[in-house]
């Protein structure tokens, strides 16, 4: 409260609570929000990773004049606390020194982001200061917004919203939903029918206002009774809310709860690129908070710049698209060359540029020519006809950043896909030979077909012909040579369809293409995915029953890609070692 008096404040107008070390950085969520709604000319004041075992911390900025901002952070709390498998996790990039407890004993109230954060806010907010509104945000409570799948807990719950009693729930990119919310509060406090929001209403609200709507056509979901006793209902369910969010469908999603009603209202519309450009424009510090310590997701990167929002590649195992959004939206290049100026006048800026990029850097400057296409399903099973690449865009990007004084290396960190730079070779060689960091991240996630369609991705053979292609530009990177190129694929494993047939296949074919698969994860049934769905209904999305690797099985599948990769690369380690001493 001493910075708000520094300022010339007596009260704040909003309260945004997170479950994140503070970085006042445009990567960091509840940083775009706080500065965007301070650029409307509102006292805002943030309370990051507070005490969560009382109110007492939710009392330090006094009663919010507008409402509390709930987001649990960057990441859902249990996917930043536990492992796919269950396990605790020890470390937390988003906090002081990657350490994610409080000093004292390791235990749940001594975590500095608790489980489900969303809910535990809320409620402390609410025990801080009755009367004064809830407003829940950020991808915790965006894809926890309906009924969904716990992973830790291993069962179903119902909607954040009605578990935490908030007055509101802001999905996806929530810019103009939270300046809309703000001006209702302002105004007259009335909360419903705004747009990229969902709102809770008891039974006799909910007949209430069936009777007041005069929108037309309601999309109703499976209810938690009808998941519960039939769980392909589920599956069902979540294509419902998938195919809404990718025709961007004006009709409001309905859903009855175990107790009430969570009434979904049309999606915002996406930022126009000028909107974007301003949104990065606000004056962040780019820095940590003086309090907040050394943050790992910090430093990662606080010199890169984000270049595009939105993906259109709506994996099923990924929840960019329902969260994202599945337009692309790209900034300009003059927005984005600003923005680079003001990293390489950081004290700590030594010439390289980490990232340019976002969800998928390749889809920089990506569109569509078709025109009210609702399907937004650009890159499968191959790339769309009327999606037009803008190969010079992305190029005269990169130029126009390395042409920076003070710039010596500029790299794309972030993934891309493979299938795009199949039909962009000049990029492509502009990459190999200039802007990758040691090593050029993909993303094919499995090699068998059966197993890649359950994904939604590309078949096995963009990935052949792509290194193909790569080994075509420049050699391969050999052990003790700085010259050459290197790939680093990412794979999953564990996802429902797949065993230990599968795993060793695709062992066989990442050997035979010569490439060492070092970075793998099991497969985590996140909140908002169809691939969650499927491993919950044990069906694919066609209704077709589908095997559900269990705990064990999955473990097996990893061990087989540890014995194959791990062990091989140990060993080469060791006998160049044993080389060198000699």
Not at 59 to 71: V, Y
Not at 532 to 541: C, K, L, N, P
Request: proline share 5%; net charge positive.
């Amino acid at each position: 409260m001493q910075e708000c008096r520094t300022r010339g404040w007596d009260s704040v107008d909003i309260v945004l609570v997170t479950g994140d070390a503070y970085v006042d950085h445009p990567s960091f969520g509840v940083a775009i929000i706080g500065r965007l709604l301070e650029s409307h000319g509102y006292r805002v004041a943030i309370l990051s990773q507070p005490d969560h075992n009382g109110p007492s911390d939710f009392q330090r900025f006094g009663r919010p004049r507008l409402f509390f901002g709930i987001t649990a952070g960057n990441l859902d709390s249990i996917v930043a606390n536990y492992s796919g498998s269950g396990k605790i996790r020890n470390h937390d990039a988003y906090s002081a020194d990657g350490n994610p407890w409080w000093p004292g004993e390791q235990s749940r109230a001594n975590r500095r982001r608790p489980d489900r954060a969303t809910i535990l806010y809320a409620n402390l907010a609410r025990a801080a200061y009755k009367n004064v509104p809830v407003i829940l945000g950020g991808i915790e409570a965006s894809l926890r917004r309906f009924v969904h799948f716990d992973f830790k807990q291993n069962r179903l719950r119902g909607s954040v919203l009605t578990d935490s009693k908030a007055d509101l729930l802001v999905y996806g990119m929530g810019e103009k939903a939270i300046l809309a919310a703000a001006q209702r509060c302002l105004e007259d406090g009335n909360l419903a029918n705004i747009e990229g929001c969902c709102e809770r209403l008891g039974d006799q609200q909910f007949v209430e206002w069936q009777k007041a709507w005069h929108g037309g056509k309601i999309t109703y979901l499976p209810s938690w009774q009808e998941i519960g006793k039939e769980s392909a209902r589920f599956m069902e369910a979540e294509l419902r809310i998938d195919r809404h969010c990718r025709h961007n469908l004006p009709t409001p999603l309905v859903q009855k709860q175990q107790s009430g009603w969570v009434i979904q209202h049309q999606a915002s519309s996406p930022l126009s690129r000028d909107e974007l450009d301003a949104l990065y424009s606000l004056p962040f510090t780019r820095t940590s908070h003086p309090r907040a310590g050394d943050i790992p997701a910090y430093r990662m990167i606080r010199h890169s710049a984000t270049i595009v929002r939105g993906c259109s590649g709506n994996c099923s195992f990924c929840a960019i698209t329902r969260h994202q959004g599945p337009v692309v939206q790209s900034r300009s290049q003059h927005s984005i060359v600003e923005e680079v100026r003001a990293v390489t006048e950081m004290e700590d800026f030594t010439g390289t540029v980490t990232d340019l990029g976002g969800p998928t850097a390749n889809l920089f400057a990506t569109s569509c020519n078709k025109g009210g296409c609702q399907k937004h399903d650009c890159l499968y099973p191959r790339v769309c006809e009327y999606l037009v690449i803008d190969e010079d865009a992305m190029l005269d990007l990169l130029q126009s950043v390395a042409a920076l004084d003070g710039v010596k290396h500029v790299f794309i960190s972030s993934g891309v896909r493979m299938e795009l730079l199949l039909q962009t070779p000049r990029l492509l060689r502009q990459l190999l030979e200039h802007h990758t960091p040691g090593s050029l991240k993909i993303a094919p996630e499995h090699t068998e077909q059966e197993i890649l369609t359950l994904m939604h991705k590309e078949s096995h053979h963009i990935l052949e012909d792509f290194v193909k292609q790569c080994y075509t530009i420049a050699p391969r990177k050999k052990h003790g040579k700085q010259d050459g190129i290197h790939l680093t694929p990412y794979v999953i494993i564990g996802h429902p369809g797949s065993c230990e047939k599968s795993a060793h296949a695709l062992v066989a074919k990442m050997q035979r293409l010569g490439l060492t698969v070092r970075q793998f994860q099991d497969f985590t049934p996140t909140p908002g995915t169809l691939s969650t769905a499927m491993q919950v209904s044990g069906t694919d999305s066609r209704g077709r029953t589908l095997s559900v690797p269990s705990t064990a099985q999955k473990k097996r599948q990893r061990e087989i890609l540890e014995q194959a990769f791990h062990k091989r690369r140990n060993a080469g380690n060791h006998q160049r070692k044993r080389k060198k001493k000699i």
